[in-house]
């Protein structure tokens, strides 16, 4: 689309609050362009801008597009601002994506970090056996595990995700939670 494609010359020329300026304003005037509303909530998203993606990806909700990517998103981002409504919205997309392993991975993590461990332990499980090459899926799990107090999966797991030859944002801390085990 040529928004889109304006958007991100604008970006790349460095201009980026003129380009967020122009996207919002035809957001604000074409409120039903699908295709633009996920393009502004990815790119806030990559951008590190949760309230804004928030916005885009409620509005896609609001929608009844039955994505399961818009949900699953959706509940990261209700996650990581600590919103109560993370896990039902997981639920949405797993609904949606039944046996999706990056969804299993959201509904899982999320019930780890509101404090259902052995669920979450289970979730993330079935995440990992969807995906096994999928080295980013046994970082959570070891760290579920580690929760659990099971040390010896938990190892394993994070071995799994540090042997990869997958880069994803917690490598660090898998190498140095192998370490300490």
């Known amino acids: 689309q040529g928004m889109m494609k304006l ?3 604008m970006v790349v020329a ?5 380009a967020d300026q122009r996207l919002t304003g035809w957001l604000r005037e074409n409120p039903d362009d699908v295709a633009l509303r996920r393009y502004a909530a990815a790119y806030y998203m990559a ?3 949760p309230k804004e993606a928030i916005v885009q ?5 609001g929608m009844d597009l039955s994505s399961p990517v818009v949900y699953n998103n959706l509940a990261n981002l209700y996650l990581d601002a600590k919103d109560v409504r993370a896990l039902a919205t997981a639920r949405k997309a797993l609904a949606l994506a039944l046996d999706d392993p990056v969804v299993e991975d959201t509904v899982g ?19 990992v056996d969807h995906a096994p090459s999928a080295g980013v899926l046994h970082y959570p ?3 579920a595990l580690m929760k659990a107090g099971d040390k010896g999966q938990a190892r394993s797991e994070l071995q799994a995700a540090v042997t990869s ?17």
């Open 165 to 181: 030859g997958q880069d994803f944002p917690e490598k660090v801390d898998a190498r140095r939670m192998l370490k300490d085990l």
């Open 109 to 127: 993590w999320i019930m780890v970090r509101q404090g259902d461990t052995a669920q979450g332990v289970e979730m993330l499980r079935k995440a």
């Open 7 to 9: 958007h991100r010359a």
């Open 14 to 18: 460095g201009d980026k609050a003129a």
């Open 47 to 49: 951008m590190h801008r």
């Open 57 to 61: 990806y409620e509005k896609l909700a």
């Open 141 to 143: 799990l070891g760290v």
